[in-house]
């Protein structure tokens, strides 16, 4: 007996997808979990992580923080560049900050949780703190000596022209002290929580400073990667650490510069991206080798 025509395309249906089910359901996983164990794989498959005493620390290939339980770097350890993933390296939350080279002015509002510091203001806190526990020059072109951006809100009496009446340092307040003292003539004054002052009218101006033009911390000491979970910092940042971690553990600074050459990466393929200092394996190789002073 002929089946009817609509019952014998459902039952074909039926049969390809079971079919399917089967090849992209377990046939096609199941193969790729096999060939992800065969030797040489098998490190990788399963998320390259790194065990010290029997104790997974992390992977190799998400980067993390190392500092106290009060958000502090502890110094003994190499630092990894800024996150903006969640609260710093969180898988789940990966991501960049989605601020602009025009993200210059704060936002200071009356209610501290609702303030936002620019990318500019991030810049130069990090930069700041980079050089103090480093010991180096952390100024910056643009930022001011307390660490957020060197940026004036210029207003004119005709608007973009005519002689100056009032300046704003958008990104200072009180009890700071204005980072120039005058601008053209008028007093600088410092912002005040809650204003616009670009809305009302100011000028952005921001000011360059006396700031080296090629700043000892290294660019990447300062931003986060588009992804958040960079596991590298450049070989430059490495370097700017090298004598504080000595430092902390009674090392030689030879000897550690020899374990960050034994764990950096070069350009893929030879000729793709720069060479990466991996700070995971960095820390747990300084561990192993050199006690905490």
Request: aromatic share 6%; net charge negative; with cysteine.
């Amino acid at each position: 007996m002929r089946l009817p025509t609509w019952i014998a395309q459902h039952l074909a249906a039926l049969r390809a997808l079971l079919v399917f089910t089967v090849l992209l359901g377990l046939v096609y996983p199941l193969a790729l979990v096999a060939l992800g164990h065969l030797p040489g794989l098998d490190h990788k498959a399963d998320g390259s992580l790194i065990s010290v005493g029997g104790t997974t620390v992390g992977s190799s290939l998400i980067g993390q923080s190392f500092t106290d339980a009060d958000g502090n770097p502890v110094p003994r350890y190499f630092q990894s560049r800024p996150s903006a993933a969640g609260d710093g390296y969180d898988p789940t939350s990966t991501s960049a900050s989605n601020l602009g080279p025009e993200s210059v002015v704060d936002t200071i509002a009356t209610d501290p949780e609702e303030s936002s510091a620019s990318l500019l203001t991030q810049v130069c806190g990090r930069s700041k703190a980079v050089g103090e526990l480093n010991g180096v020059d952390g100024r910056r072109p643009y930022c001011t000596d307390d660490g957020v951006g060197a940026v004036l809100a210029v207003f004119r009496a005709d608007g973009l022209t005519g002689p100056v009446t009032r300046v704003v340092s958008v990104n200072q307040v009180a009890p700071a002290t204005p980072f120039v003292t005058s601008y053209q003539g008028v007093a600088v004054e410092l912002a005040k929580p809650g204003e616009d002052y670009v809305a009302a009218g100011g000028v952005v101006t921001p000011i360059r400073g006396d700031a080296p033009a090629d700043p000892a911390v290294p660019g990447d000491a300062v931003t986060s990667s588009a992804s958040g979970l960079d596991p590298q910092i450049s070989p430059a940042y490495a370097e700017l650490q090298v004598n504080r971690v000595a430092r902390e553990r009674g090392a030689d600074p030879a000897a550690v510069r020899r374990l960050i050459d034994e764990h950096t990466d070069g350009r893929g393929l030879g000729f793709m991206g720069e060479p990466g200092v991996n700070v995971l394996e960095l820390n747990v190789a300084l561990d192993r080798q050199f006690a905490a002073h």
